[in-house]
C-alpha cells in the first residue's frame, strides 16, 4: 500500500465504501474472457471469471477485469505479455506500451488483481465517518510512545472492521491465488507460456508464478527485485525483513552527489528541526502547508523513488530551509481506498509477521538507526498484519529456486528504498536461473529510464537472450 496517496485520498474525503461484498458469480472455464463494449481509448476491455478457491471450487467465483493493448503490427506480432505495475493494491487493467518495439510485436495484457480497481474487492466501511480512523492508522508512522499507543488502537479499529464486513473474498487474496488467477488468463489469451513484466509487487508475482508453474514460465522480466524468501517468511515484520531503508541513505546520498553545490542541505539538521514541530512552507500555488516530520520523511521517499524527480527533491530541501523558497506543490490520484485494503489483505496473507504490534516499536528503533526517518516509516507500513487475522490456503511461500526458462531481474545499484539492490542481488541466486541487469542510478524501477536496459527488454522478449553476468547500464 502506498502511505503518501492513501493520506492525499482520506484528506480530500474520499468516498465510503459500499456496504458488503457483490455476490459470487457463476464459475468460467479459463476460455471465457467476456468482452466490454466501452473502454479507454486504444485498450480492448473485458472480464474473466475465475474460482474464489482453488482448493474448494464450490466456494463461488469472483471477477478479474482485464485489458488489452493490441500489437500494432499485428502481421509480425509474436504473441502476448502480461503485465503488473506493482502495489499490492495498484490498478493494473490499463499496461502501459513498455517499449516501442514490444508494442510494435506484442499485445500487452493488464488486469487488476482480485481486490483491486475493477475486479472483485472487500468492502471494509460502512459509514464515512470511519475513514477518519483510517487516516490516522494508516500511513504514518509514531514518534513518541504515545502516539505509538493511539496507533495501535487506530490500527486495530480498521482491522477489526475489515475483519468484520469485508467478507469471504478477504481470505483469498494471497499472490499464491493472484498467480493462479494470471495461470487461468495465460490459458484465456491462448499462451502456451506466460509472458510477463511485473515491477514492485509484480515482481513478487512473477516469482510465485514462476515457482508454481514452472514449465509455464516463458519470458518474466521482473523490474524493482522484491525477495521472495524474506517477503514470506521471518520472524521479524515483514517490512522490517525487507530493509528498503538501508538504500534510504544510499540514494539520498546519489541525488547529493549529483545536486553538488546546489543542494547544500544537512538532512539530519533538517529532521532536527520537524523533531521540534512542524515547518510551514509556501508552494507553487501559493498555499500554505504544514510539513511534519512524517510528511517530509514520505515526500522525500517518494522524490527519491525516482532520479529524475531531483529538481523537486530539491526544491522541496530549499523550502524547508529557506522560508523565502516556494515548495513543489504536492498532488496525485485520488487512491481507492478499498483497493489498498485489498492490497493489505494480499500482503498480511502472505508474509509470516508477528501478532503482538507493540514490537513494531523495537523494530523501527533499529531501522531509524540505519535509515533515519525511512527505517519507521517503512516498518510501521505492515503494523495492520499484527491484528488483522486473514489467511489464504492457497498461499504459496517456497521453494524458490525451481528450474525455468532463464528470468530477466532489473534494478538499480545506486539504491531503492521500496525494493532494495541488495535483495535483487539475493533473489538472483535464490531462483532456478535468474540473470541481473541492473542501471546505475538510485530509484524505483529501470524500464524507460534507459536505452540500454530497454534494449535489453526488446531482445529478451523477442528472442529469449539475457545479458552477460554483472552487465551495468547507464541511464537515460
Known amino acids: 500500500m502506498n502511505p503518501r496517496k492513501l493520506r492525499v485520498a482520506l484528506a480530500l474525503g474520499a468516498a465510503a465504501s459500499a456496504v458488503a461484498l457483490s455476490a459470487p458469480v457463476a464459475a468460467a472455464s479459463p476460455a471465457g ?6 473502454c479507454q481509448a486504444g485498450y480492448q476491455c473485458g472480464h474473466l471469471d475465475v474460482p474464489l478457491s482453488y482448493q474448494d471450487p464450490s466456494a463461488g467465483a469472483v471477477r478479474i477485469a482485464v485489458s488489452r493493448l493490441p500489437a500494432t503490427d499485428q502481421a509480425r506480432k509474436l504473441g502476448t505479455i502480461f503485465s503488473n505495475p506493482g502495489g499490492p493494491g495498484s490498478s493494473g487493467r490499463f499496461a502501459p506500451v513498455l517499449t516501442p518495439e514490444l508494442h510494435r510485436r506484442f499485445d500487452i495484457v493488464g ?10 474487492k472487500i468492502h471494509c466501511f460502512t ?8 487516516r490516522r492508522a494508516l500511513g504514518t508512522f509514531p514518534l513518541t510512545r504515545d502516539a505509538e499507543r493511539q496507533q495501535i488502537a487506530d490500527t486495530k479499529t480498521v482491522t477489526d472492521l475489515c475483519e468484520r464486513n469485508a467478507g469471504p473474498l478477504a481470505n483469498h487474496l494471497s499472490t499464491g491465488t493472484i498467480a493462479r488467477d494470471l495461470d487461468r488468463l495465460r490459458a484465456a489469451f491462448g499462451q502456451s507460456k506466460l509472458r510477463y513484466y511485473g515491477k514492485s509487487y509484480g515482481t513478487f508475482l512473477g516469482e510465485t508464478y514462476a515457482n508454481l508453474f514452472p514449465g509455464r514460465a516463458g519470458s518474466l522480466a521482473l523490474d524493482a527485485v522484491d525477495d521472495p524468501e524474506r517477503w514470506t517468511t521471518g520472524s521479524a515484520p515483514m517490512s522490517y525483513r525487507l530493509r528498503g531503508f538501508e538504500d534510504g541513505p544510499r540514494s539520498l546520498q546519489s541525488f547529493l552527489d549529483v545536486c553538488g553545490e546546489d543542494c547544500p542541505f544537512d538532512y539530519d539538521e533538517i529532521l532536527d528541526r520537524l523533531e521540534r514541530g512542524p515547518i510551514t512552507v509556501t508552494d507553487t500555488t501559493g498555499r500554505q502547508v504544514v510539513v511534519t516530520y512524517q ?4 515526500r522525500i521517499h517518494d522524490y527519491l523513488t525516482d532520479a529524475r524527480s531531483a529538481p523537486e527533491l530539491a526544491a522541496f530541501l530549499r523550502a524547508l530551509t529557506d522560508p523565502a523558497t516556494h515548495a513543489p506543490a504536492a498532488g496525485g490520484a485520488l487512491p481507492d481506498v478499498d483497493s489498498l485494503l485489498g ?10 509477521n508477528p501478532r503482538d504490534p507493540a514490537v513494531w516499536w523495537d523494530y523501527a528503533r533499529k531501522a531509524d538507526r540505519v535509515g533515519r526517518g525511512f527505517g519507521p516509516y517503512d516498518v510501521y ?4 498484519c499484527a491484528t488483522w487475522d486473514v489467511a489464504d490456503t492457497g498461499r504459496y511461500a517456497g521453494p524458490w529456486n525451481r528450474p525455468t526458462a532463464p528470468i530477466l531481474l532489473l534494478a538499480n545499484r545506486q539504491g531503492d528504498l521500496e525494493t532494495p539492490y541488495a535483495g535483487a542481488r539475493r533473489t538472483e541466486r535464490l531462483l532456478g536461473n535468474a540473470r541481473l541487469l541492473s542501471l546505475d542510478t538510485y530509484g524505483h524501477g529501470s524500464r524507460g529510464k534507459s536505452a540500454c536496459v530497454d534494449a535489453w527488454l526488446d531482445r529478451y522478449f523477442t528472442t529469449g537472450a539475457v545479458p552477460a553476468p554483472g552487465t551495468v547500464c547507464a541511464p537515460a
Open 381 to 384: 507500513k505492515t503494523l495492520p
Open 127 to 134: 459509514d464515512p465517518s470511519q475513514l477518519e480512523v483510517l
Open 111 to 120: 488486469f487488476d488483481p482480485r481486490g483491486v480497481g475493477a475486479s472483485s
Open 33 to 38: 474472457i467476456v468482452w466490454e463494449d466501452s
Open 343 to 352: 492490497g493489505g489483505a494480499t500482503l498480511c496473507s502472505d508474509a509470516d
Open 295 to 298: 510528511s517530509a520523511i514520505s
